[in-house]
């Protein structure tokens, strides 16, 4: 069957062109699409391409969910990754990755498969060959994808992963949460960050079954999603160590005190979600070659380089607000205080008013009374 070239349009994104379909649906995803590509993702796709040039000298990608095709493109034009796979079970992406391959000349490096990506996934395995990078970009959540992708990367492979389930692990559906990521979660001041630590949990503990590593080196929050990139090692010791870092949650709403360690939230992950390592040559790389991809990637990473890797979660402004009254200070001026105090304090990428801090509840009470009684 032949594209019909009304239903789509070239356009470019990063160093690719490629044809998306023209969409009138405004539902979201589109009921009708012939394939999805959501614009709104491009943000998420320089970053990754950003990333992917601080971690990898070369190698193989695959893209086993690929829509158009545009990640495993853009990949193969704009990091080190030097071929792959692109694959999607519907007949129709198939057929647009394919033409999407051949606008990019990139017919000699990338092959085009239709098949269930698991399947492809164990296909793989079985011939004995290994992926340097692996990106799963389902709709939903990815828990089914994770097993196979985790199977077929090399050692200190890259496997990257989009998740859309933002409900069940924002504490909407608990029971949804420990069904699919065997992961209690109730709703929280903190719930962007605690849906990246119980879907980083799940992964690990994925890759523990297999006695492999699966180190976070970035996660993040966007509009409707949860993005998270993880670096294979292998050792039992390292998964050992790892799993120590897998623990409960206790946080009582009402103070907005929490302690690790106990209570039934989770498991969760509670050890380091950025490298920072890999966050600073991003920058570089993004600094010296890749300016093109705009100020906003570039804005981000340089965010992420500032705020502080730990105590996990956050205090949100607006409840200290309604818990300790007065004048709500700024943000700035509170983080300012803490710090003044000798905390460590910083904004997080997880929530625009959110504040990372080592300060207990009932010491960041006094300096808010400190400031806002003044
Ligand atoms: C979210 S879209 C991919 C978007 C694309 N990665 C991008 O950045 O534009 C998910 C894709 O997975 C495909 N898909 C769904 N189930 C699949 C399966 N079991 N195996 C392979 N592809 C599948 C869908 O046809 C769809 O194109």
């Known amino acids: 069957m032949a594209l019909k070239s009304e239903s789509f349009k070239l356009i470019e994104e990063g160093k690719a062109r490629v044809m998306v379909p023209v969409i009138k649906d405004e539902s979201f995803p589109p009921r009708r699409s012939p394939v999805f590509y959501n614009p709104a993702m491009k943000f998420d796709r320089d970053l990754s391409v950003c990333l992917l040039n601080s971690l990898l000298n070369g190698g ?8 158009t095709g545009i990640r495993g493109i853009r990949y ?41 990506a698991n399947a492809l996934m164990h296909c793989i395995v079985e011939s004995g060959r290994r992926i340097d990078a692996v990106d799963v970009d389902p709709y939903g959540s990815p828990v089914k994808y994770i097993s196979s992708a985790t199977r077929v990367l090399r050692r200190r492979g890259i496997l990257m992963i989009t998740c859309t389930d933002t409900s069940s692990l924002m504490g909407t559906y608990p029971r949804v949460s420990l069904r699919r990521y065997s992961c209690w979660i109730p709703r929280t001041e903190f719930r962007e960050e605690l849906a990246c630590r119980a879907l980083v949990q799940f992964v690990i503990r994925e890759g523990a079954k297999q006695d492999v590593f699966l180190k976070p ?79 906003k990637v570039k804005g981000f990473i340089k965010a992420a380089l500032l705020e502080e890797n730990d105590p996990p979660f956050y205090y949100d402004l607006h409840l200290l607000h309604s818990r300790f009254k007065g004048r709500c200070p700024a943000m700035g001026e509170l983080i300012e205080k803490l710090r003044e105090n000798g905390f460590r304090a910083s904004r997080t990428l997880f929530s625009p008013t959110g504040i990372r801090t080592d300060c207990e509840i009932d010491e960041l009470k006094r300096i808010w009374r400190a400031i806002s009684h003044r």
Do not use: Q
Request: hydrophobic fraction near 40%; charged fraction near 30%.
């Open 60 to 67: 193989e990608v695959l893209d086993p969910l690929c829509g």
């Open 76 to 116: 193969v034009l704009e990091t080190p990754l030097e071929k792959g796979i692109l694959n999607d079970v519907s007949p129709m992406a198939f057929r647009v990755s394919r033409r999407n391959v051949e606008l990019n000349s990139l017919s000699e490096k990338l092959s085009v498969r239709r098949r269930d």
């Open 217 to 295: 080196i970035f996660s993040y929050v966007g509009k409707h999603y949860l993005r998270a990139f993880f670096c294979l090692e292998s050792g039992a010791r390292k998964v050992d160590k790892a799993l120590k870092m897998v623990d409960f949650l206790d946080y009582d709403p009402k103070s907005g005190r929490t302690s690790l360690g106990e209570g039934r939230i989770g498991p969760i992950w509670l050890g380091p979600l950025f490298s920072k390592e890999h966050l600073k040559i991003a920058l570089d790389w993004i600094e010296s070659k890749g300016e093109y991809l705009g100020i």
